[in-house]
Every structure is written in C-alpha cells, then in structure tokens.
C-alpha cells in the first residue's frame, strides 16, 4: 500500500538530515499546551540520531502576517523538545540565511538542531523553488514526517523534494498506511463517521466515500443542511443554503447509505449555558437551533457501528465546546471505542473528544492531520507525499 522510500530506505550515517516535522502545537505565555504532535515525530528524530545523523528540523506554526512575529515563534518548542529528549536542541532564528547556514554547518552527527517558523517567509505557502532550494542546502537528505501539512504544497513540504534525496518519515508511513488502507482494502462492514460544522468542506469526501462504505453516519452542524434539503424547517440552525442542493444530490444518490439523526438537542442560543431540549426529528421551531444529536441517535449510531470491520471518524457531533451539548460527541466516541473495528479517527474535535473521554488506547490509531486525512478520504493526491521518492 505504501510505495515510496522511508528513512529505513537509506543511509544516514554522518550525514545532515533536514526533517519537515509538523511542530504546529499551541502556545500559551511561551509554553507549549498539547504535545501530541510533538511526540508523534520522536520516532523518526530518535531513529536517524541512533544511525549517526545530525537532525535539521523544520515547521510552520500558526498563522504569522507575512513576516516575523514573536508570538509565532518555534523556540519555546526547541527548549520541550530538550526536555523530553533529555539532550539541548540547538535553536535557528531563521530557517535559511546566515543564521541557518552557521548553525546546520556547526551541527555533529547525534545533535538535534530546530529551526525557526518557515511560515516567516511569505514565499513558503508560494511554495517558492528559491525559498526551497535555500532550505535544500542545509542538508544531505530530506525526510517529511509532517502528515498533518503533506495536503499543502509548500516550499518546505512539496519544493525542498526537489533538490533534495527525499523520503518519508516514521509517522508519515503509518499515517498513509491506515488512512490508505482503510480506503483502498477496508475491513467490512466500512462504517464512516462525519461531523463538524459544514458540508461544504466534505462534499467530496462524501461523494468518494459513497462508492466506498457500506454506513455514513452523519452528524454535526453538516447534518442540519442535510436536513433542510429535506424540506424540514431548521429555526436558527447552522444551515449552509448554497449547499442545500449537493445535500438533495448526495441522499438521492446514497439514501441507504447516509444516515441523519433521528432526535435532536437545541439550544435557544449558541452558548454553554443555553436553555436545552430535545425533540424527535422534524421542523424546528423558531428561536431554537440544533446543537446537538439526540439520545435516539446516539444509540442508533452505536447500532450502526456494532460488528463494524473498520470504522473512520472525522467531525463531532455537535458543538462540542459547550458540555451540554457534547453528550453526542462523547457518546459516538464510546461506541468507536467499544466496536472491536480497526478504528481511526482524524480531525482536532474529533480526536479531542477520544482523548478527554479516556478512551484513546482502544482507538486503533489517531490521526495528527485533520485536512491531510480528509483529503485522503477524499481520494486526492498528497503534494507532500507525491513528491517523495518511489521505493
């Protein structure tokens, strides 16, 4: 299923690695919050250190406006990543230029050297050849291990391949392994699980998915489109109208396979304290909007996933933010976990849900790109991945 080149592939021994890593992790008062991310690429980073590699890292973070900007700076990360590995990771204030040349040159095989932002230059999301083949010149061999940035075709994720031997990392390959498999050769029955606020964003994943699941679960604010392209009133609902005719599209050509919730929890406003309540599915009264699936659709759904073969969840249920109205999200989060499926669950509520509920260890795995994986799903080609050589 995976046919490019890993870092397994290759001799690394003395040479100058130069390591695309997805280091984009919340930052608070200069302290990193989640470092789920940051430990997904110690596999990768502690293989080429344990062959006689010098590692060069590199990653965006967040969004700075077109220049350097303090806030969005990566040292705070150098100084965890020193941390968990129990050794300094030496910090570039640039990744190119001066700064960058001196410290990639200075750098001894068995030392770990981090970058600053590549999104400090603006040619980055250019996926500028110049930018690129500055960063190229740090090193010997690239290796991609950002899964969460390989649907993005930038210069430190898609250009740096070109001048450079490339080949993936550790968590690049299992990402692709999973995400593909399910795809290409799923264990059935395939039951797909899709949340979040719009349709919009998953019209194509819906569309390939159709061809390929036995179940689509449908949940989340994208629910509520789905719904009023049935001809119900929705209230004050989240309602996508330009999408309204894709959604009549979709259930015509999949009505056996996409499923809607059958009850429903409103709010009387978007908010946490929001007075509750839940009615079966049908018009919604005015003043009153959905923020939730209901308990009848929480058990259906979980009817739908028992015996499932293999089970990806991409989207919560509902607005998962307020607890009263994550009951939904929790409540599909349990029935993934006690499914027996090989079970993968991709996107930041999704996969927030499956760790704040304690059930991440029977989750078979967790995907660290929400966009990457839904544009697997979605059948498209990774730039990222596309780039790197064949096996």
């Given at each position: ?27 608070k ?30 990653s ?12 969005f ?31 990639a040159?200075a ?22 050849m ?19 940035s ?10 740096v ?34 949340g ?9 994943v ?10 689509i ?45 059958v ?7 978007f ?6 309540k ?80 304690g ?8 995907s ?19 780039a790197?050589?064949?096996?």
């Open positions: 299923m995976f046919n490019k080149k890993s870092v397994t592939d290759i001799d690394v021994h003395g040479k100058r690695v130069l390591v695309r890593v997805d280091f984009n992790v919340p930052i008062e200069g302290k990193v919050g989640d470092d789920t991310r940051i430990r997904a690429a110690m596999p990768t980073i502690e293989y080429l250190l344990q062959h006689g590699a010098a590692v060069i890292l590199f965006h973070l967040g969004r700075p406006k077109g220049g350097p900007d303090p806030k700076s990566l040292r705070p990360v150098a100084d965890y990543l020193g941390g968990l590995m129990g050794q300094p990771v030496a910090f570039a204030d640039d990744c190119v230029g001066p700064s960058a040349e001196a410290a040159k750098l001894k095989p068995g030392q770990v050297l981090l970058l600053e932002n590549t999104r400090f230059h603006p040619e980055e999301e250019k996926n500028d110049a930018l690129a083949q500055k960063m190229a010149s740090l090193a010997d061999v690239y290796v991609n291990d950002a899964f969460g390989a649907h993005r075709a930038h210069s430190s994720t898609e250009g391949a070109h001048f450079l031997p490339a080949v993936a990392g550790f968590l690049m390959e299992k990402e692709i392994r999973y995400l593909g498999q399910a795809i290409a050769d799923p264990r059935r029955p395939f039951v797909t699980i899709l979040g606020a719009k349709i919009s964003d998953k019209i194509g819906i569309r390939n998915l159709l061809g390929k699941a036995d179940v679960l449908i949940g989340g604010g994208m629910a509520n489109t789905f719904l009023a392209a049935k001809g119900l009133a929705m209230g004050d609902s989240l309602v996508e109208a330009e999408s309204i005719d894709t959604a009549r599209q979709l259930l015509g050509e999949g009505s056996a396979k996409l499923h809607l919730p009850d429903l929890v409103l709010g009387d406003k908010d946490a304290e929001a007075q509750s839940v009615m079966d599915t049908g018009n919604v009264p005015d003043g009153w909007r959905i923020l939730d699936i209901g308990p009848k659709t929480i058990d259906a759904y979980a009817a739908a996933l028992k015996g499932a073969g293999t089970v990806v969840w991409n989207g919560p249920m509902g607005v998962f933010e307020f607890p009263r109205f994550a009951q939904g999200t929790y409540g599909v989060a349990r029935a993934v976990a006690n499914s027996g499926a090989i079970s993968i669950i991709g996107g930041g509520d999704s996969v927030a849900a499956i760790q704040e509920s059930l991440a260890d029977k989750i078979t795995h967790i660290t790109g929400g966009g990457a994986s839904l544009e697997m799903l979605e059948g498209l080609v990774l730039p990222g991945l596309a790197l050589q064949d096996k």
